[in-house]
């Protein structure tokens, strides 16, 4: 009994099997294909979303540095404010003083109040 060769057997031209005529090979081959097709899919799928990972990343900076130079502005705003606290509490106006720090310490309390009610 003579075994069939490589490509024997089958129509000429027909080299989608690589020689091997009706064999499980087109079956793997089929699998590879689906298998890679999946794995296509899943790499764009992960690249979409490490980019807009990376333009959340960078909103969230620029608002990051929004607030830092708001924060920058309120210290010095607040550092302006307490130098002319300590200039009027050299004069003889210490009651006056008195009266806005006790205001200003009654206006942050109701706010911390507020915000922790929320």
């Known amino acids: 009994m003579r075994r069939a060769g490589l490509g024997e057997g089958v129509p000429p ?54 607030m830092d130079s708001q924060f920058d502005s309120t210290t010095g705003f607040l550092g302006k404010t307490m130098g002319k606290l300590k200039i009027l509490s050299r004069g003889s106006q210490t009651k006056l003083l008195c009266y806005m720090m006790l205001f200003s310490f009654f206006v942050f309390f109701v706010i911390y109040w507020i915000i922790k009610l929320r």
């Open 13 to 66: 031209g027909n080299y989608g099997n690589y020689g091997y005529p009706n064999s499980g090979y087109s079956a793997c081959e089929e699998e590879n294909e689906r298998l890679t097709e999946s794995l296509r899919n899943k790499v764009t799928a992960i690249k979409s979303l490490s980019i807009e990972i990376g333009h959340e990343v960078k909103h969230q900076n620029k608002l990051l540095a929004e």
